[in-house]
């Protein structure tokens, strides 16, 4: 005899849900059964007949139970009448369903019960404070009237909502009530459940709620603020919840995990997990110690994947996780750096920058002729290519690919006027491009090479055509990368500090001070050199002001700094 | 599209004239059954170890459409009762390379059933694939109202020249060709069919490295919960009605997703080549199987220093090729 009574809904997998209420019953506890209507006649006189020699087993009457309707009040309703009035040593009524497994052996589960005989075990919150709300209809579940199915007829559903909201009609809560939500798995004393079930306002209370949205999880957790003298408001069932509000559902893989969980009941199992239902059927395992239910593990674990299908792993593009620009901050999965003009000033910076931080440098991954990994290899981590038709194919592919794949290594590359333009836009909108650019520099080059001054006068107009566009793109009010710009003239007059703050933002190897700067091309002549350009009617701007017979001021470390150290 | 999608139906329907029955096992077919649909030629040396792994998976009845085979592949299958056999020796390129059988035969046998839609060298991977049997996944999906399952093509490859990889008959093919290209893959969208069009790895990289239009597509929906209004379009790649493409997240998430596992690089694969050259069954004039054939005379090795060896489905799912989702 037990003073822990079992009602079970049942609707598929009947002989799971057989083992289960011979697995309760074995443990001494009565157990009411509520078979869906759905199921046809004659799978339901068989299941009875199977129970034939079990006089602790009754069958309550038949209601259609199709989600979020009445019918599953119904069920639970007539169940528990029929167990309170059937099995007077009942004091508490446990709610499970056929999909529910018990964890632990009943006989802990009757214990717990026994030591806190007034308490109703119901998860029971106001609408305003839950977050778990899906499909957006909070407070409205109550003040709205739902006579369509959610799931056969959800464009009724959905414009009979609307219609509503229209034209402002609301239901009247019944006096008293103080709407409440919660799982619809509770276990309830039989002092609370014959209150609620022999209430005078009984049929009031049910009309209101035959026409609320779901009301399985709202009416018994509704009364039993009216009724009971202790509430726990938490279920004895684990069962967790989707993003769309549907049971996650236990494994065979899922044994060690809920055996480590210390509940009572889990819902819902996968009726071929027949591991589970052998590991937790048996009678020999005692395994827990009386300890308090803790599902965290598995709270963990689900709300992982809740994450995962809601938010997913940023920067990842693959083939179930294609999100569209605008609904993304960064493009990519971890920061990185574009160097625009520096490999033009400075002889040697990607060696000293690799040295100087712990970045791995790239030269120009867009150059026209191929992508240029660090090192001068061919192929970079996960297989990628360096050839330019694949890059250029897919240019924005290609770099989120690349960050993806050496994830946990900084990355920097080169960038300039020269090189494909195409990726410039997905550099502007990436909050995790962090973009460094010496306006100008490209001319350096021109500079040094000292040929056909026509050809470098053309060359030029191109080059800073190219690079003004992508200064503009930079300069937009909705630029999410992190920009720095300098012009060349102020670049070179205060180096230092500028460098400086390039390797304070990356986060280099070396704290503190440079101890070692890049060398800096000799500048002589560049003045002259952009003013025969002006004077051959092609004005270079983005360098800034660089007056003929300018030579650069003799303290630019530059030109003494690689002296320094070492 | 509707169009497209009746004469896909139509065409399915025109060349089943096409399919000779060989073995019709097809009345033991349950209503819950999950069924496979694979098109083969010459493919005898794979069948035993494609028919274990996919009954281990829980796949319940093979529906094999054999395009002249001249190995003995129909004997080897004569009498397994989940098997179901047709023979034709007409035109694969003209039955739009084999996608109008399968249409037919999905129509007339799969419709309200859970189908796998694969070839004889591809092993599906799906998440949890080494805990829980296809028909857990399928019930998922179904209790999820998701209809169709994505799995993109990812090559593997043996170490070394691939005529050195030996493949006996019954072997697992993972055995001697377990490397795989993790990182080098191409996504864009195809607006009109509304799926994602992927090109890449280690195909693309040895094969196709000057030519990425002509790389071949990886993107396949294989497992679908099939009616007959269905059709797939080309290959697996895409079907109709389009909202089955649509199989990835665009809102930031990651939708469930496997793997097919393509074990083509093998010794067998030079021979086959020069076959399907000879042929000329194949997509563009076979140009795919020309570019093979031009790159197999070097006997290239398809592994590199970034080469991933496979492990299992939690790897790929680390590095980002397939997603649980929110399966848990």
């Given amino acids: 005899m037990s003073s822990v009574g079992i009602v079970m809904l049942v609707h598929t997998a009947l002989h799971r849900a057989e083992q289960v209420a011979r697995h309760w019953l074995a443990a001494g506890c009565p157990v009411v059964l509520h078979v869906d209507r759905n199921v046809s006649e004659a799978d339901f006189q068989a299941f009875r007949d199977r129970f034939r020699d079990q006089p602790r087993v009754k069958f309550s009457d038949r209601h259609r139970c199709e989600w979020g309707t009445w019918g599953i009040v119904a069920a639970s309703q007539s169940a528990s009448a029929l167990m309170l009035e059937r099995f007077a040593e009942v004091n508490h009524v446990y709610l499970a369903s056929g999909s529910c497994l018990p964890l632990r052996p009943v006989q802990e589960l009757q214990d717990y019960l026994a030591a806190r005989p007034q308490t109703d075990f119901i998860e029971s919150a106001t609408t305003t404070d839950v977050p778990w709300i899906i499909g957006g209809l909070g407070a409205e579940r109550f003040t709205l009237r739902f006579p369509f199915s959610w799931k056969r007829h959800r464009r009724l559903f959905d414009g009979y909502v609307r219609l509503q909201r229209r034209l402002g009609v609301r239901r009247r809560v019944p006096d008293g009530l103080t709407p409440h939500l919660g799982s619809q798995w509770w276990c309830l004393t039989r002092k609370t459940l014959t209150s609620i079930l022999s209430d005078p306002r009984r049929p009031e209370y049910d009309t209101y709620f035959r026409r609320v949205w779901i009301p399985d999880e709202c009416y018994y957790q509704t009364l039993t603020r009216l009724h ?37 009941v889990a819902r819902k199992i996968w009726p071929q997990a027949d591991r589970l239902y052998q590991a937790f059927l048996s009678d020999s395992l005692s395994a827990m110690k009386a300890a308090e239910p803790n599902p965290g593990k598995i709270d963990r674990l689900f709300s992982k994947a809740v994450e995962r299908r809601t938010a997913g792993r940023p920067g990842l593009y693959m083939q179930s996780r294609m999100p569209n620009w605008w609904c993304q901050n960064t493009l990519t999965c971890a920061p990185y750096s574009v160097f625009q003009g520096f490999a033009e000033l400075f002889e040697d910076f990607e060696p000293w920058l690799a040295k100087a931080s712990s970045m791995q440098v790239h030269g120009h991954l867009f150059a026209k002729s191929h992508a240029e990994f660090a090192g001068g290899a061919t192929l970079l981590n996960g297989g990628l290519s360096n050839s330019a038709v694949w890059r250029d194919h897919n240019p924005w592919g290609f770099l989120a690919n690349l960050i993806w794949n050496t994830r946990g290594a900084r990355q920097g590359f080169q960038f300039g006027p020269e090189d494909a333009q195409k990726i410039t836009e997905f550099l502007v909108r990436d909050a995790n491009a962090h973009i460094a650019v010496i306006s100008g520099a490209w001319a350096v080059p021109l500079f040094l090479a000292r040929g056909d001054f026509e050809e470098a006068r053309q060359k030029a107009a191109q080059l800073q055509r190219i690079e003004a566009a992508f200064l503009k793109a930079l300069r937009a009010h909705d ?5 720095r710009i300098w012009t060349m003239a102020d670049f070179v007059e205060a180096p230092m500090e500028s460098l400086q703050s390039i390797l304070d933002d990356v986060g280099g190897a070396a704290p503190g001070h440079l101890t070692e700067t890049p060398k800096m091309v000799k500048l002589e002549g560049f003045g002259q050199f952009l003013q025969d350009l002006k004077n051959q009617g092609m004005h270079p701007y983005l360098m800034g002001d660089f007056p003929v017979g300018h030579t650069p001021p003799p303290q630019i470390p530059a030109e003494r700094k690689p002296y320094l150290v070492r | 599209m509707r169009l497209r999608r009746k004469r896909r139906i139509l065409r399915g329907m025109r060349k089943s004239r096409e399919l000779t029955p060989v073995q019709d096992n097809t009345a033991r077919i349950k209503p819950a059954d999950i069924l496979l649909v694979c098109t083969f030629r010459n493919e005898q040396i794979r069948l035993p170890y494609f028919l274990k792994y996919y009954r281990d998976l829980g796949v319940q009845h093979f529906l094999f459409i054999d395009n002249g085979s001249e190995d003995g592949a129909a004997e ?24 109008d059988w399968m249409n037919h035969l999905l129509r007339k046998y799969a419709h309200g059933h859970w189908a796998l839609v694969v070839d004889p060298d591809e092993f599906f991977v799906y998440p949890f694939c080494d805990t829980r049997p296809v028909r857990a996944l399928t019930d998922w999906l179904d209790s999820s109202q998701i209809r169709s399952f994505a799995s993109m093509l990812l090559d593997v490859y043996p170490k070394g020249r691939l005529d050195q990889a030996v493949y006996r008959s019954g072997q697992d093919p993972l055995e001697i060709a377990p490397w795989f290209d993790s ?31 002509k790389a071949p597509a990886l993107n396949k929906i294989p497992l679908v919960k099939w009616d007959r209004r269905f059709a797939f379009v080309s290959s697996t790649h895409m079907l109709l009605p389009r909202g089955l493409n649509l199989v990835y997240e665009t809102g930031g998430g990651e939708k469930a997703s496997g793997v097919l596992l393509h074990a083509k690089f093998l010794d067998t694969f030079a021979a086959k080549a020069e076959e399907e050259m000879d042929r000329k069954q194949h997509h563009a004039a076979s140009a795919e199987y020309k570019a093979y054939r031009e790159a197999l005379r070097d006997h290239p090795d398809m592994w590199c220093k970034w080469s991933e060896r496979y492990i299992n489905w939690r790897q790929l799912e680390i590095l980002g090729l397939m997603s649980k989702g929110n399966w848990a």
């Fill in chain 1, 479 to 483: 630029v999410k990368a992190r920009v």
């Fill in chain 1, 228 to 264: 009971s003298g202790k509430v726990e408001s938490r279920s004895l069932t684990l069962s967790k919840f989707d993003y769309q509000g549907k049971p996650h559902i236990f494994y065979d893989d899922h044994l060690q995990l809920l055996r480590r969980s210390d509940c009572f």
């Fill in chain 2, 76 to 99: 080897y299958l004569s009498g397994m009762a989940d098997v179901s056999l047709w023979h034709t020796t007409a035109s694969y390129k003209r039955a739009t390379y084999g996608v």
């Fill in chain 2, 183 to 213: 990182g080098n893959y191409s996504m864009s969208l195809n607006k009109e069919y509304g799926n994602l069009w992927i090109q890449g790895g280690a195909r693309a990289r040895v094969f196709f490295s000057k030519n990425p239009k």
